[in-house]
């Protein structure tokens, strides 16, 4: 098993083209999906449950005689907490506590100043009364989601959080089931794919729908979050995992085969790039990287991902790593080199930076602290991770006083007429004191 890596040089007059084409990926929504997609939605948006109850057979292989039944009540959560092996419950409840310490420092407050004629402008911060959190099951379950997805909503003092999460021929997975204990998920329904997001967004007779969803899942629920986004909000359409890695070349060339494989082996689409000005290292990480593949479990999958999308960059300088780094925006970047904070100046563009040669990507996956909900695709050009800001509303607040608004009125007077516009103009003049 030998893996053939694709190798470019940032001073090659065709450097660019190949950049871009290494980078492209199709994320246009597949026309079958697509109708299959809209249909489920507008089944479960005039039906209701009838409507979830029937595709949740048909999908899921899980008859139920109401989604009452799908519902999994707050003691069947304590009891997987309670079940499930102490280390991973003592994991678990690690990885929380430092992800909820991490997103209390992003609580945004509430603020107002008064001016000197005792106008009062400022901005309410509010939480949404409701969130949806859509958790994939079956073989790809995955606690670590939970806790990102719903501590964040929960520190923002989100009202209520409903999880859904599928569980084919009713196999339910505890450590997911644990992981929403911890984290304060309010309700949990066994429900997924479309149908799952189109209860979440319309409401059924039994499932509240939400102001938001959040979560990963497969083709159809990303489809389907797409289909929604304007009834509902939704954090991202995101693309395969990626991981971008600059190296000074001091680091051992196994731990940085290992941290790309730690991406690749999520799907074949996933992105694994290696940027050094030291080509010698380069060749030494894909030895490591054809030395240690035949170890892994996933072998066949990191084997398509590196074969296809992965790229080693040899570059002049660590300067022109961060510059190339910027030109890709990636979901994941590590600076392994001997002075992370200095490079990480040069950094504008990236959805998490993990600092220094001891900092695996794989740490911010589960216990770190920041979020490892990220823009992928090039979206941390203007995205970045899910917070606690993702589950706040902002609304100004403008309160003049009689002074105030002889003063603005007189202001916004002549803009109003400028724009044609004498409602708005005479609604100002009115406030205006003409004595």
Not at 192 to 220: H, M, R, W
Not at 267 to 282: G, T
């Amino acid at each position: 098993m030998t893996v053939n890596i694709t190798r470019l040089n940032a001073s090659q007059s065709d450097f660019d083209s190949s950049l871009a084409k290494l980078l492209a990926w199709e994320d246009s929504v597949d026309h079958q999906v697509n109708e299959s997609v809209r249909h489920i939605l507008h089944q479960v948006k005039t039906r209701g449950d009838a409507a979830v109850l029937e595709f949740t057979e048909k999908f899921d292989r899980l008859k139920a005689g109401s989604v009452a039944e799908l519902e999994i009540g707050q003691d069947r959560l304590q009891k997987a907490l309670e079940t499930i092996p102490e280390d991973q419950r003592v994991a678990l409840e690690q990885a929380a506590q430092r992800v909820r310490s991490y997103h209390e420092r992003q609580n945004q407050k509430s603020w107002q100043y008064e001016e000197e004629d005792g106008t009062v402008l400022g901005q309410k911060v509010t939480p949404l009364d409701r969130a949806g959190l859509y958790v994939p099951g079956g073989k790809a379950a995955y606690p670590s989601s939970v806790l990102m997805n719903a501590i964040p909503a929960k520190v923002a003092g989100v009202g209520e959080v409903i999880m859904v999460v599928p569980t084919p021929d009713g196999v339910v997975n505890d450590m997911v089931l644990a992981a929403a204990a911890i984290a304060g998920v309010d309700r949990v329904f066994t429900l997924g794919g479309a149908q799952a997001v189109g209860a979440l967004a319309y409401g059924t007779e039994t499932v509240p729908s939400v102001d938001k969803i959040v979560g990963p899942g497969n083709i159809f629920v990303a489809t389907a979050k797409r289909e929604v986004f304007g009834t509902v909000g939704i954090d991202m359409i995101a693309g395969p995992s990626e991981i971008l890695v600059i190296c000074d070349g001091q680091t051992d060339p196994d731990w940085i085969a290992m941290d790309l494989f730690s991406q690749a082996e999520h799907d074949e689409q996933a992105q694994s790039i290696l940027i050094s000005p030291d080509a010698k290292f380069l060749d030494a990480v894909e030895a490591s990287i054809n030395k240690l593949l035949p170890t892994m479990e996933r072998a066949e999958i990191i084997e398509a991902s590196m074969g296809t999308r992965a790229a080693m960059i040899e570059v002049s300088d660590l300067s022109q790593a961060a510059e190339v780094s910027n030109r890709i925006a990636p979901e994941h970047l590590e600076l392994s080199v001997e002075d992370p904070e200095a490079l990480c100046e040069e950094i504008r563009h990236a959805g998490a930076i993990f600092m220094g040669r001891y900092t695996a990507e794989a740490l911010g996956d589960y216990c770190a602290g920041p979020n490892h909900v990220l823009p992928t695709s090039g979206t941390a050009r203007f995205s970045s991770p899910l917070g606690v800001y993702d589950f706040q509303k902002r609304s100004s607040l403008i309160g003049f006083s009689a002074s105030g608004a002889d003063r603005m009125g007189r202001v916004a007077s002549v803009l109003a007429r400028g724009e044609g516009l004498t409602a708005h103009a005479r609604s100002a003049e009115f406030r205006i004191d003409e004595d």
